[in-house]
């Protein structure tokens, strides 16, 4: 048996009190008149011992009394293990209020069920101890201890969230309240339902120095159906044009499905697009085709109709039609009179040249695509900003002149690890493959036959090898124009010179015109037409303001936010703020009259897979780093965390034995007459 305040146990020597006061309690004799002493002697030794007697149990119910009383302050507990110890806690409390803790169990849900294991967790502990009461929100508030008090409040305040963080980076947020404590002893509990999706502790040892336990709550197991992304085939959407959007749906329970239907909406009107079956554990990928109608910012959301879950039966998501494709073409002497028309015969296309000798390259950003011909030289200054350009998101297509200065073009294709360019070569070559599995010839033919011209060369320059994706290749195998993603943007490579007295590419209008095509609206700058509550996004926009005084503000569902702003050159980079927690659609804007941008966010997928960890699985998972608690769902856990925390508590018999041994000396006192 050990003692929480063995202090307390000075105060036995109060029990010398009852003794002093029996050993020198004399009585006052008092004289009694009567006639017949005949049997004085035999009543007078008969009185005595009874007297005697009742005194000695008085005595020791007394000092029984007191000494049960003295324990009872000094709170002794029998230790369970090595887990009970002595003195004040820091306890840390995580509550898991994600959305599949909205699930229900025996008609309650899961929150609520948490919300009172949390409260019955802090009843088992002392006042002076000290909480953290902590959720999936990582509020600032939780990030410190607080009184008995304050944790409770904390806990009624416990709402639903669209965050959701791996069980991982909750126990390193309780690790950094734990340091900031004044106690010796730490204890952290996780009471979740513990979704396989979000539960990554176990892989790696735990921190012995806290006391870890865990609290399984169960959910009834329900069936999901979730929208997990949509994507556009093509980068950019065109006004008027049959856009191609995917649509993945997964099947998250053990059935098959029929006649799950999904819905468009665009343009303020819902519109039925397919019905699908699905397999059990299976995922489709659904095609939905769009037209735009205007130009500008567009938002567009698709749903299915599922239940009893359905934060992730919708998706939202923005794109920007924008109202013309602009190309720059960048010559020596005169551009090319080939690729003019090429691009001017495109609808929504426009087509400006620039001599290589008066360039302006802070307008550089504001191109599509930017084509090189035959520049004889590539300076530093062009290099620099051509690197820029693609690393922003941009395009550019490379024609080296044949008596080219090969110097200034390597330094700008090492920087994009691309392949440099060696000796030109003489040597008529035809061209024998295209990879039509490559965005830029991709559903650009319905079939190839052999019909087609290819185009070909008479002389080529020979290239280093370099991780390029080749998209026309030499009967010979050797690569003819080939493709270098770097960062955000694509460059594009060819081998033989724009003029068409070498390269007779540019007359073949059949492979030219969509080349040119796709590789302007292959841009990935700016793309991602959603993003997700909760992770970490930083958005860019165009920057072109003059008073440093304006802020860039988001709005949206009833809301308004500054966020946390930086500008470098001609770009504006924010970072989304964790205000944000509906899903919708929000601006970017300076005037309340302009958006500069249109943002669409989304519940994070992650709970829609209803999978979990029960009981057994987190021991054998956790491997006794820590305490699994199971309790009943009408059962009271403060008794067992008490008993885990402070062992088995004999606080309760010390009161019961006081008051017993309290009655039986007024027993004795009553009922004993001598």
Known sequence: MQFVYPAFLFALAALAIPIIIHLFHFRRFKRVYF???????????????RSRLRNLLVLLSRLLALAFLVLLFAQPYL??????????????????????????????PLLDQAKRRAR???????????????????????????????????????????????????????????????????????????????????????????????????????????????WF???????????????RVSN????????????????????????LSIPAG???????????????????????????????????????????????????DQPNAFVRAAIEGIPGFTYTAQNSNSLNYTQFDGYNLIVLEDLLSMSSGLGSALDRYLRGGGNVLVFPARNAELGGYNRFLNGLDAAALRNFETQNQQVGAINTEEFIFKDVFEKLDENLRLPSSRGRFR?????????????????????????LGNLYLCLAPVDEEINDLVRNGEIFVPMLYKMAISANRDQQIAYTLGSEAVISVAHEVENPNLLYKIRGEGEEFI?????????????????????????????RDTTLRLLAFNYDRRESELSYFNAADLRERLGGQAEVLEVLDNAVLTGKIQQQSRGIPLGKWCLIGALIFLAVEILLLRFWKV
């Open 463 to 487: 290239a280093g090898s370099a991780a390029g994706e080749v998209l026309l290749r030499f009967r010979s195998g050797v690569p003819f124009l080939q493709k270098f993603s770097r960062d």
């Open 233 to 247: 085939a093509a980068p950019v959407q065109m006004q008027g044009s049959n856009s191609t959007l995917l649509v």
């Open 79 to 108: 230790p369970q293990g090595e887990d009970a110890q002595q003195g004040a806690r820091d306890v840390s409390i995580f509550v898991d209020n994600s959305f599949s803790m909205s699930a229900l169990s025996s008609d309650v």
């Open 282 to 332: 299976g995922t489709v990928t659904d095609t939905v085709f769009l037209t735009p109608a205007s130009t500008g910012w567009q938002r567009a959301r698709v749903a299915l109709t599922d239940f009893p879950v359905q934060f992730d039966d919708t998706l939202h998501f923005a794109f920007q039609v924008p109202a013309e494709i602009r190309v720059l073409s960048i010559f020596e």
């Open 563 to 591: 966020p946390e702003q930086r500008t470098v050159g001609n770009r504006a980079y924010l970072s989304i703020p964790r205000q944000v927690r509906t899903a919708g659609f929000y601006d970017i804007f300076l005037s």
């Open 120 to 230: 019955e967790i802090v009843n088992a502990y002392q006042p002076e101890d000290r909480f953290q009461i902590l959720t999936h929100d990582f509020e600032g508030r939780h990030q410190r201890l607080v009184s008995r008090e304050e944790a409770l409040d904390y806990i009624e305040d416990i709402d639903i969230t669209p965050v959701v963080h791996p069980l991982s980076q909750v126990l390193s947020r309780q690790q950094q309240v734990f340091e900031l404590g004044q106690q010796p002893n730490k204890e952290s509990y996780l009471i979740s339902d513990f979704q396989r999706s979000i539960t990554d502790i176990g892989a790696e040892p735990v921190d012995t120095s806290v006391a870890l336990s865990l609290v399984p709550l169960q959910a009834v197991q329900e069936r999901n159906i979730s929208l997990d992304s949509v």
């Open 35 to 49: 006639s017949n002493v005949r049997f004085l002697r035999e009543v007078k030794e008969e009185t005595s011992s």
């Open 252 to 275: 998250r329970s053990d059935e098959s499905v029929e006649n799950i239907r999904l819905s468009l909406n665009y343009g303020g009107q819902d519109k039925p697009v397919s019905t």
